[in-house]
């Protein structure tokens, strides 16, 4: 699993071309400078596919968006503005149910980490700094535009049918290779937002910037041995237990897919912050535990690495290493045939026969007397 996807390009300019068939989007563009909102209205105006408003403070936005006979379908925000910030202002939008899932692009001139994590944490969909290029513009507008419709097809798909809505969000069939999203924990990100949030930042210079793997050992054996639904639960539960474990390191998260995150940290006291293997998986066994779920699952944790990074390449190749680093630690393990060494000292020998209780458990627990160990 690589972070970079070589194949983005190509898929940006599939997403152009459905953008094109698509109506005209209903844009809301909020900005205290005048300059700068009669030039993005006729920029994107030209462009033929936008439906432009705009607004001069969060105040009169949120008029706008209350008096609206339709919703708007993406928001272009200043984040520096009088009275209400582009973020607060972010924030009141996604607490309207008709736009929590709309497309939110951030156009400011804050580059500074701090605004970029803000905003992608209350919701923003893509961040672009002043100056900007308007056709590099036109293509994140679509692409935001896109991946919301996709999402909202998948939510209006769930909510069809309700009284299964539990099971069917932790047990429709997934791929083991799908980065599927974790809702509820407030500095996990999904996947594009992930990319985007890392994008921004490396034109800001991460030069204090860490990077650790997180991954789900033998994720792949227990989701082929699992239901869909066990192993989607395993995965939010170990995103829980990230959340918690790094809450002193301010660190922001996001499921890669195949059993890995990938955890970012800034700055030397936040990086130290990250908990130990063994702390993590305290924490992660005593959630599975309290709903009673398996406890043999156990997590590993690559080696820190620096994001001293110039480019957008730079930043992706970080991130690779340390997922490339976890996976080597897996594969040595899987090769020893045992687990990693106990606290206790406990024998290599003694933890093979461990692990094979443990696949004997699992097996049991999916087929129980029926199952083909039982019967030898």
């Keep these: 699993m690589k972070h970079s996807n070589p194949g983005r390009d190509q898929f940006q300019k599939k997403l152009e071309l459905r953008a094109q068939s698509q109506k005209p989007l209903k844009v809301l563009i909020v900005d205290d ?3 700068i909102l009669e030039l993005l209205q006729t920029a994107l105006t030209s462009f033929g596919n936008c439906k ?4 001069n403070s969060a105040v009169q936005a949120l008029k706008k968006i209350e008096t609206s006979d339709t919703p708007y379908e993406c928001f272009l925000l200043d984040i520096q503005m009088p009275q209400v910030n582009g973020i607060d202002l972010l924030r009141r939008i996604r607490d309207l149910p008709q736009h929590r899932e709309t497309s939110v692009i951030m156009i400011t001139a804050m580059s500074e980490r701090h605004y970029v994590e803000e905003a992608f ?3 923003a969909t893509d961040y ?3 100056p900007f290029d308007f056709l590099e513009l036109r293509s994140r507008i679509n692409t935001a ?3 919301t419709q996709e999402r ?3 939510q209006r798909t769930l909510a069809s049918a309700k009284f299964l809505q539990d099971e069917l969000d932790f047990n429709q069939q997934i791929n083991f290779d799908d980065p599927f999203s974790i809702e509820g924990l407030n500095r996990c990100l999904r996947y594009v937002e992930f990319d985007n949030y890392i994008e921004q930042l490396s034109r800001g210079r991460l030069f204090d910037s860490s990077v650790v793997a997180v991954k789900l050992q033998d994720a792949e054996f227990f989701f082929d041995l699992s239901k869909s639904g066990d192993y989607r639960r395993a995965i939010s539960d170990l995103a829980k237990a990230i959340q918690m474990t790094t809450k002193d390191a301010n660190a922001i998260f996001s499921y890669r897919a195949s059993g890995v995150f990938l955890v970012v940290t800034h700055g030397k006291d936040a990086t130290s912050a990250i908990p130990s293997e063994e702390r993590l998986n305290q924490v992660f066994g005593t959630i599975i535990g309290n709903r009673s779920a398996t406890g043999w699952l156990r997590v590993l944790i690559s080696d820190r690495v620096s994001m001293r990074s110039l480019s957008k ?3 992706a190749a970080a991130l690779n290493k340390a997922i490339q680093g976890v996976d080597k630690r897996e594969q040595a393990l899987q090769s020893q045939g045992n687990e990693p060494l106990a606290d206790d000292g406990t024998e290599p020998a003694l933890q093979v026969v461990e692990r ?4 004997e458990r699992v097996m049991f627990e999916l087929f129980g007397e029926d199952s083909y160990l039982a019967q030898k």
Excluded: P
Excluded at 356 to 359: A, D, F, L, S
């Design 52 to 55: 432009v408003s705009v607004a």
């Design 356 to 359: 094979r209780r443990v696949y």
């Design 145 to 147: 535009y896109l991946l």
């Design 121 to 123: 944490l209350e919701g």
């Design 128 to 130: 672009v700094t002043k």
């Design 33 to 35: 400078d005048a300059s």
């Design 313 to 315: 390449a730079g930043a």
């Design 152 to 154: 909202m097809k998948a």
